[in-house]
C-alpha cells in the first residue's frame, strides 16, 4: 500500500511539532521542519536524532531505521520551500491571529492539491479557514502530547472540510501507528469535551463540603478506578491550562451547565496554588514528590450495634450477606429497633432524602455506595446525614473496616462520590454522541486513550447499567435541582429501550 503523504511539512517544531515528525519519518514520509525562532527546527531535528538513538540502544528499532529515519528530516528555511509538500502541519503558538497569517501564507505557496491542517487543541478549524479560497482542504489534526505515546489522533472536520481530505488523514494517521478518531469542528473536540465531567463534578461535590481533596482523590482511584484522583490531576496539568479550559468550553457551549468551572479553581489560580509546577496545587510537593496526608484511621468500637439494612438498598442479599460473614448482628424486623444502626444504599439519592421517604430515624442512619459490586472494589464510601450521631457514625466506620478494607467516611451527598462522578462522564460522553459530534466507538476509542481511563465512557456506562445511571442522574437533579443533572437524550433513550450506549440508529 502506498504511503497517503509522502512530502509532509511540519510548522511549528515544539513538543508536539516535533512528535509529529517522528512519527510521520518512522511511518516513511520525507518530513520538512519550519521555525520561525531561529535555530529552533535544526534543534529539534537533533533532538530527534538523539531520541531514535535511545530507542535503538533499547532494541525498538535498528541502526538502519534510525539512519533512514534521520536522513527523512530536513529543515526548511522559508514557507516558500513547502511547495511540495503533500500533507502541511501546523503546530505554533495557539492564536487564531497566528494561524490564520499563516494559513493565508501556506494557501500562496502550497501546491493545490495538498491538505492542511492544524493541530489546534481549542480552536474552530472553520475559523482557521475562513478567509482561504480552498476551505475544504483544511481541517484539524490534533494530536495529544507526548505524540509518540498517545496513540491517538483526533481527525476535525469543519463544516467545510471534504469527506475525502477526513479520508486521507484518517488512512495516514494508521500509517503512523496512531488510531484516527473523526470529530466535527465543535469546542473541545471529543477528548477535551468528555473530559468535562471529572474535575467538574469532582468540584461540585469539594465545594458542598462532601469531603476533602484526598479522599475525593482516594475513593475515585480505589473504587472507580481512575489512575489519578481528578486533585492529583488538576496539580498534574496545572490550574493555569486547566481552569481557563473548563471556563473556555463552559463560554463556547453558551452556560451549559453540565460545564459549570468552580470558584474554587479561579481562586486557587488568583492566589497561585497552581500545582505540581509550583510546589504547592491542592497538595504540597517537595522535590517534585507530594506530601501525603494521611488518612483517618477506622475508631475501635468495642460493642458494635445491630444493623438493619433498607429493604430498598441496592444489592441488599449481598450486603446482608457480607454482614454475616463479618458476623455481625444483623435485624431483620419490619423497622429497626432502638439500638440498630440504619443502613441505606441509595442511587443518587443522598442519605438524608432516603431517611424522611422511608421514615427512619436519622440520628441512626448512613448511607454506603453499592452502584458497584463490593468485590470489585478496593475502598467503601459510607455517608452520613446532618443528624447522624457520632457514635452511630464510629460504630458504622469501625463496622464497615471490620474485614480490613479502607472506609472513606464522607458528608451526606446525592451519588456519594463515585456515582456522581461516573454518571456525569457518562452523561457528557452521551451527549457528545446525540450532537453528533462522532461515533460512539470513536467517543470510547478517544477517551480511554486519550484521557486514560479505566474504560471508554458508553462501555462503562453499559457496564454500570444504563438504567442505573439514568436513575442516579434524575435523583440528583431531584435532590440539588440543578440543571446539570439533566439526562442526556441518547442516555435517556437507550435506558428505556434496554439499549446498549454504544447503540446507534439504523
Ligand atoms: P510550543 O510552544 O512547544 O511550540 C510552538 C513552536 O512554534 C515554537 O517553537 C515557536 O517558535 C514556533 N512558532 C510560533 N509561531 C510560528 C510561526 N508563525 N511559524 C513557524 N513557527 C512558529 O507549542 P506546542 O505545545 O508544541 O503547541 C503547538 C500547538 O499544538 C498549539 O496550537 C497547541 O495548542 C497545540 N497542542 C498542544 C498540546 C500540548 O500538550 N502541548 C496538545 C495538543 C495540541
Known amino acids: 500500500m502506498s504511503l497517503e503523504f509522502q512530502h509532509v511539512a511540519i510548522i511549528g517544531a515544539g513538543a508536539m511539532g516535533r512528535g509529529i515528525a517522528q512519527i510521520a519519518a518512522q511511518a516513511g514520509s520525507q518530513v520538512w521542519l519550519l521555525d520561525t525562532q531561529a535555530g529552533a527546527a535544526q534543534q529539534a531535528r537533533e533532538a530527534l536524532g538523539v531520541q531514535w538513538h535511545k530507542l535503538q540502544a533499547k532494541g525498538k528499532c535498528s541502526a538502519e531505521q534510525v539512519q533512514q529515519w534521520r536522513a527523512a528530516l530536513h529543515v526548511a528555511g522559508s514557507v516558500s520551500d513547502l511547495a511540495t ?52 482542504r483544511v481541517a484539524g489534526y490534533h494530536f495529544f502530547n507526548p505524540v509518540p505515546l498517545m496513540r491517538v489522533v483526533e481527525v476535525v472536520a469543519s463544516v467545510r472540510t471534504d469527506a475525502e481530505v477526513v479520508e486521507r488523514l484518517v488512512r495516514y494517521a494508521q500509517a503512523m501507528g496512531h488510531q484516527a478518531v473523526v470529530a466535527q469542528d465543535t469546542p473541545g473536540f471529543i477528548v477535551n469535551h468528555a473530559g468535562r465531567g471529572y474535575g467538574t463534578e469532582a468540584l461540585r461535590l469539594l465545594g458542598e463540603g462532601v469531603c476533602d481533596v484526598a479522599t475525593a482523590d482516594r475513593i475515585l482511584r480505589d473504587q472507580a478506578g481512575f489512575r ?43 492566589a497561585g496554588l497552581v500545582g505540581r509546577k509550583k510546589g504547592q496545587g491542592f497538595y504540597r510537593y517537595v522535590d517534585n514528590q507530594p506530601q501525603p496526608v494521611a488518612e483517618a484511621a477506622a475508631p475501635s468500637v ?40 440504619i443502613v441505606v444504599a441509595p442511587l443518587g439519592f443522598d442519605v438524608t432524602t ?102 471508554g465512557p458508553l462501555a462503562w456506562g453499559d457496564a454500570l447499567g444504563p438504567n442505573n445511571v439514568l436513575e442516579i442522574l434524575f435523583n440528583m437533579q431531584t435532590v440539588y435541582g440543578d440543571p446539570r443533572y439533566r439526562p442526556s437524550p441518547w442516555l435517556r433513550r437507550r435506558a428505556a429501550l434496554g439499549l446498549s450506549l454504544l447503540h446507534t440508529e439504523a
Open 228 to 270: 489519578l484522583g481528578p486533585f492529583e490531576l488538576f496539580d498534574l496539568t496545572g490550574l493555569d491550562v486547566s481552569h481557563p479550559v473548563m471556563e473556555s468550553i463552559y463560554q463556547q457551549y453558551y452556560a451549559e451547565p453540565r460545564y459549570r468551572p468552580s470558584v474554587i479553581t479561579a481562586q486557587r489560580l488568583a
Open 85 to 136: 509538500a503533500e500533507l502541511i502541519v501546523e503546530a505554533v503558538v495557539e492564536r487564531l491571529d497566528v494561524k490564520q497569517a499563516l494559513f493565508a501564507q501556506l494557501e500562496e505557496v502550497a501546491s493545490p492539491q495538498a491538505v492542511l491542517v492544524s493541530n489546534t487543541s481549542s480552536l474552530s478549524i472553520a475559523a482557521i479557514a475562513a478567509n482561504l479560497r480552498q476551505p475544504g
Open 302 to 341: 468495642p460493642d458494635l450495634p445491630p444493623v438493619w439494612v433498607s429493604p430498598k438498598a441496592a444489592r441488599r442479599a449481598e450486603l446482608l450477606q457480607w454482614l454475616k460473614d463479618q458476623q455481625l448482628a444483623i435485624e431483620t424486623g419490619a423497622v429497626a429497633s432502638s439500638k440498630a444502626l
Open 354 to 455: 432516603l431517611a424522611a421517604v422511608e421514615g427512619l430515624d436519622a440520628s441512626r442512619t448512613v448511607g454506603i455506595d453499592l452502584l458497584l459490586p463490593d468485590a470489585a472494589t478496593k475502598r467503601r464510601v459510607v455517608a452520613t446525614n446532618p443528624a447522624t450521631r457520632q457514635d452511630m457514625r464510629q460504630a458504622a466506620h469501625a463496622l464497615f473496616a471490620r474485614d480490613g478494607k479502607p472506609v472513606s467516611m464522607i458528608r451526606d451527598s446525592a451519588g456519594f462520590v463515585t456515582q456522581r462522578v461516573l454518571a456525569a462522564v457518562v452523561n457528557i460522553a452521551s451527549d457528545i454522541c446525540q450532537q453528533g459530534i462522532c461515533s460512539p466507538a470513536d467517543l470510547d476509542l478517544a477517551v480511554s486513550l486519550g484521557l486514560g481511563y479505566p474504560s
